[in-house]
Nanobody
């Protein structure tokens, strides 16, 4: 079964940087539009950034100018470069793909990862 696996989270001081990665657990044919979400402690999950299969990007206002979403379509990996981190960026960060096509040519919709914790200390 195909899963998304996030990595790169950790503890960082305010003003610091982290790079998150999100890769498929097995080789796939393609991944369509993908997103990074986050869930701060005690709050609901919220959208952070989106990248289409063509590389077009959309950012939520609270991260624009600080975060960069990118992708490697050969590796089927999504990245989130985070800089100038603030304590309010503390959250579990999740990767989501609208659709993944497996090597058996099955289409899997709304695939999620299990998340990676990002903690920003003040």
């Amino acid at each position: 079964q195909v899963q998304l696996v996030e990595s790169g989270g950790g503890l960082v001081q305010a003003g610091g940087s982290l790079r998150l990665s999100c890769a498929t657990s097995v080789k796939v044919i393609t991944m369509y539009t993908a997103h990074w979400y986050r869930q701060p402690p005690g709050n609901q999950r919220e959208l952070v950034a989106t990248i289409t299969s063509n590389g077009d990007t959309i950012y939520e206002q609270f991260v624009e100018g600080r975060f960069t979403i990118s992708r490697d379509n050969v590796k089927n990996t999504i990245y989130l470069e985070m800089s100038n981190l603030k304590p309010e960026d503390t959250a579990v960060y999740y990767c989501n793909a609208d659709r993944i096509v497996t090597t058996e040519w099955r289409a899997l919709n709304e695939v999620w990862g299990r998340g990676t914790q990002v903690t920003v200390a003040s």
